[in-house]
């Protein structure tokens, strides 16, 4: 029977993620997306211990692991050595956390985008430092509660709005940009495939929801990828050549809606639940607008 | 000097080491611009864009990523150059672990140079110095020539099956960086005769796919493989005697091993120094032998490995001796200091002082060194700052 996702696995069974980690999917249906041929730069994040210890593997392609702010320049350095040897045919893949990524691999990561090597930087995005014990990262959405911005008796709880990567990453003009979450595998899968048809640097934030460090049933780890989605909490946005596209959720959900999804925003009261669908509703209108330019 | 199937060119230290890179065959460069360093990786991008090399340099945004850059391309099994001073190598200073627990034989150039504040781009040896556990062997030149050479041996000396360590090859700021000098420059097919092609054991390969890097639990080899370093470091020594001689067969140009010895015979007091220091230190104990006074020179050309056995050797009949730091580490000595009298420590009685000189580019001069000999004669031991104004 003919499926609209590649069968080929290169995702073995046996790694040592949490029960409903969103993280391993995403790994899942990139590497399915791009076959064999692939090799992966992962920084300090949880994609560095879910393979398990040396000499366990789980993925059936070479991956190198890297410190914390090296993803950026590590995949510069695959890329150029692969195409020296005249192996241009690789898919050289940065795979890396949101901390890795939106605060101490930003610069690296902005580094290699301008200087154009022909690479893939994958965000797997669970809004927070969730391998080292869930604390704020600067893609953590205002309202979370993490171990660095606890709610005791001060409500500490992230003030801040999330810090959006791939929005940088289309400011800065990165050739080709999109987001994506793990609910809706055929569009991961489909951009994915879509990036590879350009020859430069592309970069693609998926939203890896983390029962762990959101606190929601790890059963229901599609759900909650779905609802961000449907919330407008993380909107999916393809941006190629200049053009920019932004899908629109079948049946929209409320912010309200999809932090009572979770216990991370439990302690929210109706006021911040309204500053952050006000945000929301902000960033929807000039995502909007950028699809009309 | 022989000078075989060579041409002769007056040029700077970082000329040199640019046209030693060139020699190497490298295949890809990283690097960030940093002063002094600069002229090396300007002069290497001029190569390039003259086809006088066939690599690719790519500039990126920090020295972090110069090394994650270059980390990466030697595991793709591609030879791989850097360059660095200062600041810039501290800033690297976690890719300089992850590249040596990597087992990749990366050569860099460090052009020495202080540390701020304040900003100081002048010469001083903190920088590495600050850098010795780090895994890369060490090696501090005194010429031009030798720095050009000690690059190109490098390669082979990193590459060799034993050691698998990465090499990083020191010239002083400005008093070689910048300054011209007569400068040999080999045939290609002499260089290519001592140097085979690059050639891994492993690189990143699709039909063998394998991690580079996975954790390691208290219980598994972690330890092991940190203690490999350990033993492979010590072996290195050996292959560096090794390859300096074959150097010297082919090449025609011998710098003996580990440490250079200058006038150590029978000398009373051996001055032990590194760097351009040590050819001031040579032409005092050539002026002081001739006034009857005994003084020595042993030039240390690679701290690591540390010549610890050649040191205890070249030290044993000396009444005094007397090491010059360009580097401190507060609160305890200079670094070299503290190093050689962990060397001698249970094997000799001798005295040693410690003679912190030259930080921030301040001049070692001669009445310098005279003045570190009289100290020593006068039983002078501890850590002496040498040539400190009173009123600063």
Redesign the interface.
């Known amino acids: 029977m003919p499926t609209s996702i590649p069968e080929q696995e290169l995702m073995e069974p046996g790694h040592t993620a949490c029960q409903g980690c969103g993280a391993t999917l995403a790994m899942r249906y990139v590497l399915k997306a791009l076959g064999?041929?692939?090799?992966v730069?992962v920084p300090a994040s949880c994609w560095?211990?879910i393979?398990?210890?040396?000499?366990?593997?789980t993925?059936?392609?070479?991956?190198?692991?890297?410190?914390f702010?090296?993803t950026?320049?590590?995949?510069?350095?695959?890329r150029?050595?692969?195409?020296?040897?005249g192996d241009s045919d690789?898919n050289v893949v940065g795979f890396a956390g949101d901390g890795g990524t939106a605060d101490i691999g930003l610069?690296?990561l902005?580094?290699a985008m301008?200087?154009g090597h022909n690479v893939f930087y994958i965000m797997y995005d669970n809004e927070g430092y969730m391998n080292t014990g869930v604390q704020r990262s600067g893609s953590t959405p205002y309202g979370a509660e993490t171990t660095t911005t606890p709610v005791g008796l001060d409500r500490n709880f992230k003030k801040q709005q999330k810090k959006v990567v791939a929005d940088i990453m289309m400011a800065q003009g990165v050739p080709y940009v999109a987001t994506a979450t793990i609910a809706y595998p055929e569009d991961l899968i489909r951009k994915v495939q879509n990036a590879k048809k350009v020859n430069g640097p592309k970069f693609i934030q998926i939203l890896a929801p983390c029962p762990t460090g959101w606190y929601y049933p790890p059963e229901k780890t599609i759900g909650v990828s779905r609802m961000a989605v449907q919330s407008r909490m993380f909107p999916l946005y393809e941006y190629s050549s200049g053009t920019f596209r932004l899908t629109r959720p079948s049946k929209p959900v409320t912010v309200r809606e999809y932090v009572q999804s979770q216990k991370r925003f439990s302690h929210m009261d109706e006021d911040e639940i309204r500053t952050l669908q006000e945000e929301v509703d902000r960033r929807w209108e000039s995502l909007l607008e950028k699809e009309t330019h | 000097m022989r000078e075989i199937g060579s041409k002769t060119s007056i040029m700077t230290g970082n000329e040199a080491v640019a046209e030693g890179v060139r020699l190497s065959k490298v295949?890809?460069i990283?690097a960030y611009p940093i002063t002094p360093q600069t002229t090396i990786v300007e002069k290497l991008a001029e190569m390039v864009a003259n086809r006088e090399i066939s690599a690719?340099y790519?500039?990126?945004?920090?020295e972090?990523?110069?090394m994650?850059?270059?980390?990466?391309?030697?595991?793709?099994?591609?030879r791989?150059y850097t360059a660095t001073s200062s600041q810039g190598l501290l800033y690297m200073h976690?890719?300089l672990h992850?590249v040596a627990g990597q087992r990749l034989p990366i050569v860099m150039s460090v052009v020495n140079r202080a540390i701020g504040p304040p900003w100081n781009i002048w010469s001083d040896q903190s920088d590495s110095m600050n850098q010795k556990d780090t895994g890369w062997i060490q090696v501090y030149s005194e010429s031009n020539q030798e720095a050009m050479d000690t690059l190109i041996m490098g390669y082979r000396i990193a590459e060799d099956s034993g050691v698998m360590l990465p090499f990083m090859s020191m010239e002083d700021a400005f008093i070689l960086s910048h300054t011209s000098e007569q400068v040999a420059i080999p045939d290609q097919e002499l260089v290519d005769e001592f140097l085979p092609e690059f050639r891994l054991g492993f690189k990143?390969?699709?039909d063998?796919?394998?991690?580079?890097?996975?954790?390691?639990?208290p219980d598994?080899?972690f330890m092991e493989l940190k203690k490999d370093m350990m033993e492979s470091m010590w072996k290195s020594a050996n292959v560096i005697k090794k390859v300096t001689r074959e150097f010297s067969e082919i090449l025609g140009r011998d710098y003996g091993g580990l440490i250079e010895e200058y006038m150590t015979e029978g000398a009373e007091y051996i001055l032990i120094a590194s760097g351009t220091v040590a050819s001031t230190a040579k032409y005092v104990a050539g002026k002081l032998r001739a006034d009857g006074r005994k003084v020595g020179i042993i030039r240390i050309r690679y701290f690591r490995p540390f010549p610890a056995e050649d040191i205890v050797r070249a030290t044993k009949d000396a009444a005094h001796i007397g090491v010059i730091d360009r580097s401190v580490s507060f609160g305890s000595g200079g670094t070299v200091f503290n190093e050689i009298r962990a060397a001698l420590y249970g094997r000799s009685d001798i005295p040693v002082t410690g003679f912190v000189a030259g930080i921030g580019g301040r001049d070692v001069r001669e009445e310098d060194i005279e003045e570190m000999i009289n100290l020593m004669a006068a039983g002078k031991e501890g850590t002496v700052f040498i040539n400190t104004r009173g009123d600063q």
Do not use: C
């Open positions: 064999k041929k692939t090799v730069s560095a211990v393979p398990g210890a040396m000499p366990n593997r993925l059936d392609i070479p991956m190198v692991y890297t410190p702010a090296a950026g320049a590590s995949i510069s350095g695959l150029e050595a692969l195409d020296i040897r690789y610069q690296s902005s580094g301008e200087r | 295949g890809f990283s690719r790519v500039e990126v945004e920090s972090h990523s110069a994650a850059a270059v980390f990466a391309s030697e595991i793709a099994g591609v791989s976690e890719m992850w990143v390969d699709s063998r796919p394998m991690g580079y890097g996975s954790y390691s639990t598994g080899p």
